[in-house]
Nanobody, 123 residues
């Protein structure tokens, strides 16, 4: 059984920061291509950042480059997404998933998914 959970979401003001955590039971995240994805109201789901894709590279969306950073702590089996200088357009449900694969200029999670954590950026 694979069970992925996201945490760390919340309400922040523009310019603020949050750190999301992805944890898993049943798998060791370091053995997988783990990525962060998000879906805003009325928009399609998009890839945010993947530390290692199935093709052996990395991925980060242009819209978050320079503001978001993906990292991991193998001893704790956690993958993080550090989000700085958050803006209202970053408001979305953020998901963690395995199987991060680049298709064209987009990233998709083809493996297991968590339920998501809400991030709201508003003044």
């Amino acid at each position: 059984q694979v069970q992925i959970r996201e945490s760390g979401g919340g309400l922040v003001q523009p310019g603020g920061s949050l750190r999301l955590s992805c944890t898993a039971s049943g798998i060791t995240l370091d053995n997988y291509s783990v990525g962060w994805f998000r879906q805003a109201p009325g928009k399609e789901r998009e890839g945010v950042s993947c530390g290692r894709t199935t093709g052996g590279g990395t991925f980060i969306a242009d819209s978050v480059k320079g503001r978001f950073t993906i990292s991991k702590d193998n001893t704790k089996n956690i993958v993080y997404l550090q989000m700085n200088n958050l803006q209202p357009e970053d408001t979305a449900v953020y998901y963690c998933a395995t199987g991060c694969t680049v298709v064209g200029d987009r990233a998709r999670g083809l493996g297991s998914w968590g339920r998501g954590t809400q991030v709201t950026v508003s003044s």
